[in-house]
């Protein structure tokens, strides 16, 4: 795929549409990055353990908090009471997404 076709077809995927001007800094900024992919695939990992977390072990220690509220909630009912539309013990809001 040339430059110019892979451009094109980022900007179609991801929904968005470029001035020539925007695509050609695009092409070069693209270009450094897969310069710089380039470098890092170079660097001998062997004998090196991949991360599980990007935390490393730190992330089997504790260092997160357990998801519980530290503060007193509103209960349901009265979060509720309200809103134009909820559906059991929810919010009901218009679908977004298709």
């Not at 089997?60 to 357990?66: A, L, P, V």
């Amino acid at each position: 795929m040339t430059d110019d076709k892979l451009i094109d077809h980022l900007c179609f995927l991801s929904r968005i549409s470029l001035s020539p001007d925007e695509k050609t800094r695009l092409k070069d900024d693209l270009a450094k990055i897969l310069a710089y992919v380039e470098t890092v695939k170079k660097v001998d990992v062997t004998g090196i353990e991949p991360l599980v977390h990007s935390l490393g072990e730190s992330a089997s220690t504790g260092i997160f908090r357990d998801d519980k509220s530290e503060r007193n909630s509103l209960p349901v009912d009265k979060a509720l009471q309200n809103a134009p539309k909820r559906k059991v013990n929810f919010f009901e809001v218009p679908r977004v997404i298709e």
